[in-house]
């Protein structure tokens, strides 16, 4: 089925930047979800998002849902060390659910 | 902790074992899912049950069969596996199956072939 394109594949940066990601599709979806995986444990969620253009934050973590209902977007502000980890955006049109295939955060103290 | 429990976190077994995964959740939620997750791959929805009733099989070959007994687990049992299913297994649940609510994920179960 139909896949999210998700980037950076990888990101090496030090603590304290700013970082960005984002998720785009061919398809609009009705919800965007971010999602954060540590090692040896499952994808934690982090924002959902439920209205196009709607500005969400969670702590150090802004995310977007795009106007056009096919992209997202997700940064986090000053980076720490514990943000280390896989960062998934997933978007859901009804039953249908699809995953972008992560982003691999390393933060060098 | 998310309310949704997998075990055996880790499993190693031979091609020729049978095995189960559990799940459960404690969210009081009526969707629950089993999902493949390979490295550096997206996650690969497998099955969907909504209120006990499969709602989606996609395309998974007839070495796993599901269950769920009840809308708070559900099992993945294994049998005459291949060395390229080993990965994390990932249950998750939602609210319902059809609205956009998110899912939750349990931590998985890695699992070897030998």
């Known amino acids: 089925g139909q896949q999210l394109n998700q980037s950076p594949q990888s990101m090496f940066i030090q603590e304290g930047e700013d970082v960005s990601m984002n998720c785009t599709s061919s398809?609009?979806?009705?919800?965007w979800l971010w999602y954060k995986q540590d090692p040896g444990e499952g994808p934690v969620l982090l924002i959902a998002?439920?209205?196009?253009?709607e500005l969400t934050s969670n702590g150090r973590l802004t995310a977007q849902f795009g106007i056009t209902r096919k992209d997202s977007f997700l940064n986090i502000s000053a980076s720490i060390p514990s943000d280390v980890g896989i960062y998934f955006c997933?978007?859901?049109?009804?039953?249908?659910?699809?995953f972008g295939a992560g982003t691999r955060l390393t933060v060098k103290p | 902790e998310t309310g949704v429990t997998q075990t055996p976190r880790h499993l190693v077994m031979g091609m020729t074992n049978k095995k189960s995964l559990k799940c459960e959740q404690h969210?009081?939620?009526?969707?629950m899912y089993w999902y493949k997750q390979s490295a550096k791959k997206p996650l690969e929805l497998m099955f969907v049950?909504?209120?006990?009733?499969?709602?989606e099989n996609n395309s998974v070959p007839s070495r796993f069969s599901p269950e769920c007994p009840n809308s708070s687990h559900l099992f993945l049992h294994l049998h005459t596996l291949q060395p390229e299913d080993s990965a994390l297994y990932l249950c998750?649940?939602?609210?319902?199956?059809?609205?956009?609510?998110?899912?939750?994920f349990g931590d998985g179960t890695r699992l070897s072939i030998l």
């Open positions: 998002l439920y209205k196009a253009g």
């Open positions: 398809s609009i979806f009705n919800t």
């Open positions: 049950y909504s209120l006990e009733e499969r709602v």
């Open positions: 998750a649940s939602s609210q319902d199956s059809y609205s956009n609510q998110p899912q939750h």
């Open positions: 969210l009081g939620h009526n969707a």
């Open positions: 997933a978007g859901r049109g009804g039953p249908d659910m699809r």
